[in-house]
């Protein structure tokens, strides 16, 4: 379990460069699986999430390789096959994304093998919705103990299927299913993050036929084969959006290389509400505390183009440093406040209601989840010793220890390295005060 022992109250001032968005080069890797040719996928960061996929994706005899420097991947799925299951089990827990190699390895082999699944601890996380995707397009599930077992003796046909909530992941799980399956595929009720866009864009490049049309309908054309794919993955906005709160947080004055406007306008628009300022630049966003006063204001997550859930955590931080009372209303996962505890424990003031605060009411209202936030502010911040629960809670606690007075000791922190490239290091380039042991 590695550590951090910070010395704060030092804004953090410098630039740091995004590669791809962990949301979307995982998936995209699991793309190239269905291509009869290999794939280059570009700017691919080195993560752990990015290193259990390729590890899974190897045991199923796709060869790999990613440069150092430029995070370039290439993958070659020419002899795909049956990896042991005990091989496949070894990886249990450790990420959700083999739930997504489902469609691909039933149409690659008839059959897939998936383990126990990890990811955040953020609410419940159940994959009802993938099942029913899957059963949709024919096929056969068996949950064994250690894991799930698939195989589809028809193999795969198109669907007409309604997902009840936008899920990103199920979303995704109809994407990499039906471009190959026989016939056509309408989705409605789908995600469309900028994410799942670039997924589309990369599966079209391999040859699919998908439109996304009005009011969250996505209808694909099944094709006989796809090829490889070369593309650039979209940059990782829930990282722009972490850094850009760490900035508000310790006043500091960050340069986000790569961050784009677009898909990131929600968030612009509240950071300018709560006070934050930032500069669009061709190569990246800067974001900075113009030194006034920082404003309390009223957030509810959504789906896109709502206010993304993994943005509210690191937010809430720099919300203790602004004047009067903030709301965040969490309606993506019903579980997603934990985090606050060691806020709180550092001088925060932040109070966790049941009911749906702020907002239109959610799934989540009179079912007891404590899904609303209450932030009053501003306070001073004070060092404490706390260990990382979750990746986006975990860097909300890097950045509350960077704000706070007094040396902090944030523990567990190797977590935050599944979803941050080169976290540690970024930290120094910015001139934080701290050391850091493995
Ligand atoms: N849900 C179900 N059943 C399902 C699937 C989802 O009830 O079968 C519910 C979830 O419990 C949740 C809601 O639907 O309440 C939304 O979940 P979704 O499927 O959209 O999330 P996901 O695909 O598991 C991805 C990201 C998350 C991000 C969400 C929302 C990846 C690997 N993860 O999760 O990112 O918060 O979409 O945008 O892409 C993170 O990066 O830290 C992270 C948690």
Redesign the pocket.
């Given at each position: 379990m590695s550590q951090i022992t910070i010395r704060g109250g030092k804004p953090l001032v410098g630039r740091i460069e995004l590669k791809g968005a962990?949301?979307?080069v995982?998936?995209a890797m699991v793309a190239a699986l269905l291509g009869e040719t290999p794939s280059v996928l570009k700017d691919v960061p080195f993560i752990s999430?990015v290193e259990v996929v390729a590890r899974l994706l190897q045991l199923h005899g796709v060869s790999i390789s990613h440069d150092p420097v430029t995070g370039d991947m290439q993958l070659d799925p020419s002899n795909v096959e049956q990896a042991r299951m005990v091989d496949i089990d070894a990886h249990a827990g450790s990420?959700?994304?083999p739930i997504l190699f489902c469609g691909p390895l039933l149409h690659r082999l008839g059959e897939a093998f998936i383990p126990g699944l990890g990811?955040?601890e953020?609410?419940?996380?159940?994959?009802?919705?993938?099942?029913?995707v899957l059963r949709s397009f024919g096929a056969v599930i068996e949950k064994l103990p250690t894991g799930t077992r698939l195989s589809a003796p028809d193999g795969l046909r198109g669907a007409k299927i309604s997902l009840?909530?936008?899920?990103?992941?199920?979303?995704?799980q109809v994407l990499l299913s039906a471009c190959i399956a026989e016939g056509k595929t309408e989705l409605s009720g789908a995600?469309i993050?900028p994410?799942i866009i670039d997924l589309i864009s990369i599966l079209q490049k391999m040859g699919a036929i998908i439109s996304v049309d009005t009011d969250r309908v996505i209808r694909i054309e099944g094709v006989k084969r796809l090829e490889g794919f070369t593309h650039s993955a979209l940059f990782d906005r829930?990282e722009a959006a972490s850094w850009a709160a760490a900035a508000l947080a310790t006043g500091g004055d960050i340069f986000v290389g790569g961050a784009r406007q677009v898909e990131m306008m929600t968030f612009l628009n509240v950071f300018r509400k709560v006070g934050g300022a930032f500069e669009i630049h061709p190569d990246g966003i800067r974001f900075y505390h113009p030194g006034t006063e920082l404003q309390s204001v009223v957030i509810e997550t959504d789906?896109?183009p709502g206010f993304?859930?993994?943005w509210q955590q690191p937010l809430v931080v720099a919300l203790t440093q602004a004047q009067g009372l903030s709301i965040v209303h969490e309606t993506?996962?019903?579980n997603r406040f934990g985090f606050t505890e060691a806020l709180r424990q550092m001088g925060a003031q932040i109070q966790i209601y049941k009911e749906c605060l702020g907002g239109h009411p959610c799934?989540f209202g009179q079912r007891n989840y404590n899904h609303s936030a209450v932030i009053s502010g501003p306070v001073e911040l004070k060092a404490a010793d706390i260990r990382v629960p979750?990746?986006?809670g975990g860097f909300s606690h890097v950045v509350a220890a960077l704000a706070a007075k007094g040396t902090s000791k944030v523990t567990n922190v190797q977590l935050i390295s599944?979803?941050y490239e080169h976290f540690i290091e970024k930290l120094e380039s910015l001139g934080a005060d701290f050391e850091f042991e493995a």
């Amino acid at each position: 379990m590695s550590q951090i022992t910070i010395r704060g109250g030092k804004p953090l001032v410098g630039r740091i460069e995004l590669k791809g968005a962990k949301n979307l080069v995982t998936k995209a890797m699991v793309a190239a699986l269905l291509g009869e040719t290999p794939s280059v996928l570009k700017d691919v960061p080195f993560i752990s999430d990015v290193e259990v996929v390729a590890r899974l994706l190897q045991l199923h005899g796709v060869s790999i390789s990613h440069d150092p420097v430029t995070g370039d991947m290439q993958l070659d799925p020419s002899n795909v096959e049956q990896a042991r299951m005990v091989d496949i089990d070894a990886h249990a827990g450790s990420s959700r994304i083999p739930i997504l190699f489902c469609g691909p390895l039933l149409h690659r082999l008839g059959e897939a093998f998936i383990p126990g699944l990890g990811g955040c601890e953020i609410g419940d996380r159940p994959v009802d919705f993938h099942f029913d995707v899957l059963r949709s397009f024919g096929a056969v599930i068996e949950k064994l103990p250690t894991g799930t077992r698939l195989s589809a003796p028809d193999g795969l046909r198109g669907a007409k299927i309604s997902l009840p909530y936008p899920s990103v992941g199920a979303t995704e799980q109809v994407l990499l299913s039906a471009c190959i399956a026989e016939g056509k595929t309408e989705l409605s009720g789908a995600a469309i993050e900028p994410e799942i866009i670039d997924l589309i864009s990369i599966l079209q490049k391999m040859g699919a036929i998908i439109s996304v049309d009005t009011d969250r309908v996505i209808r694909i054309e099944g094709v006989k084969r796809l090829e490889g794919f070369t593309h650039s993955a979209l940059f990782d906005r829930n990282e722009a959006a972490s850094w850009a709160a760490a900035a508000l947080a310790t006043g500091g004055d960050i340069f986000v290389g790569g961050a784009r406007q677009v898909e990131m306008m929600t968030f612009l628009n509240v950071f300018r509400k709560v006070g934050g300022a930032f500069e669009i630049h061709p190569d990246g966003i800067r974001f900075y505390h113009p030194g006034t006063e920082l404003q309390s204001v009223v957030i509810e997550t959504d789906v896109h183009p709502g206010f993304m859930t993994d943005w509210q955590q690191p937010l809430v931080v720099a919300l203790t440093q602004a004047q009067g009372l903030s709301i965040v209303h969490e309606t993506v996962y019903e579980n997603r406040f934990g985090f606050t505890e060691a806020l709180r424990q550092m001088g925060a003031q932040i109070q966790i209601y049941k009911e749906c605060l702020g907002g239109h009411p959610c799934r989540f209202g009179q079912r007891n989840y404590n899904h609303s936030a209450v932030i009053s502010g501003p306070v001073e911040l004070k060092a404490a010793d706390i260990r990382v629960p979750d990746l986006r809670g975990g860097f909300s606690h890097v950045v509350a220890a960077l704000a706070a007075k007094g040396t902090s000791k944030v523990t567990n922190v190797q977590l935050i390295s599944r979803g941050y490239e080169h976290f540690i290091e970024k930290l120094e380039s910015l001139g934080a005060d701290f050391e850091f042991e493995a």
